[in-house]
T-cell receptor
Framework: GDSVTQMEGPVTLSEEAFLTINCTYT??????LFWYVQYPGEGLQLLLK?????DKGSNKGFEATYRKETTSFHLEKGSVQVSDSAVYFC??????????????FGKGTSLLVTP | EAQVTQNPRYLITVTGKKLTVTCSQN?????MSWYRQDPGLGLRQIYY???????DKGDVPEGYKVSRKEKRNFPLILESPSPNQTSLYFC???????????????FGPGTRLTVT
């Protein structure tokens, strides 16, 4: 079945450092890919998405490119801020699976940015 | 404001006492679902609904029930809660497919349930 693997955390960075969180997936159909962010004590918010190969999603300085050849959707940001401290989830949704539009989530990567 | 609401936000209960967590969305979305979030396991889907009166099991449905009598509401029912259902629960909704791919899901704020 479909699955998502993302790097385990926690990841600790200094402010203004470069961020990469790796995400790879397996899917039988044509998935859409997402990054969600969960700030402490809050629900999940969509950070960015890509619906087909070579699409680049971007938002708030974060970027991720849908790479079908490597089945990857790595999250990057050039200069992180303390306010980026959160848990980041990579997820896919495949319209051809039996569970409708279910999101398959990775286990999450906790990011801590220190001043 | 477009949103998904859940109630209650926090709940402490005892084993075997039936409870219902409500979920409502005001975006006229057809698809709704419930997830539970556990440390080290990420989020896993419990049940989903493609439309009114259409529900189906997700990955971890044991011990849960749902109903979808109206488009906007999708309550999660625990008939006889047990301690292993202590978790953080999220309701989500989506319009489904559009623009060549799947729309994102919109999540509620979460319900933290503790079963003693």
């Amino acid at each position: 079945g479909d699955s998502v693997t993302q790097m385990e955390g926690p990841v600790t960075l200094s402010e203004e450092a470069f961020l990469t969180i790796n995400c790879t997936y397996t899917a039988t159909g044509y998935p859409s890919l997402f990054w969600y962010v969960q700030y402490p004590g809050e629900g999940l918010q969509l950070l960015l998405k890509a619906t087909k190969a070579d699409d680049k999603g971007s938002n708030k300085g974060f970027e991720a490119t849908y790479r079908k050849e490597t089945t990857s959707f790595h999250l990057e940001k050039g200069s992180v801020q303390v306010s980026d401290s959160a848990v980041y989830f990579c997820a896919l949704s495949d319209m051809f699976t039996g569970s409708g539009y279910a999101l398959n989530f990775g286990k999450g990567t906790s990011l801590l940015v220190t001043p | 404001e477009a949103q998904v609401t859940q109630n209650p936000r926090y709940l402490i209960t005892v084993t075997g006492k039936k409870l219902t967590v409500t979920c409502s969305q005001n975006m006229n979305h057809e698809y709704m679902s419930w997830y539970r979030q556990d440390p080290g396991l990420g989020l896993r889907q419990i049940y989903y609904s493609m439309n009114v009166e259409v529900t189906d099991k997700g990955d971890v449905p044991e011990g849960y029930k749902v109903s979808r009598k109206e488009k906007r509401n999708f309550p999660l029912i625990l008939e006889s809660p047990s301690p292993n259902q202590t978790s953080l629960y999220f309701c989500a909704s989506t319009p489904g497919i559009g623009g060549g791919g799947i729309y994102e899901q919109y999540f509620g704020p979460g319900t933290r349930l503790t079963v003693t």
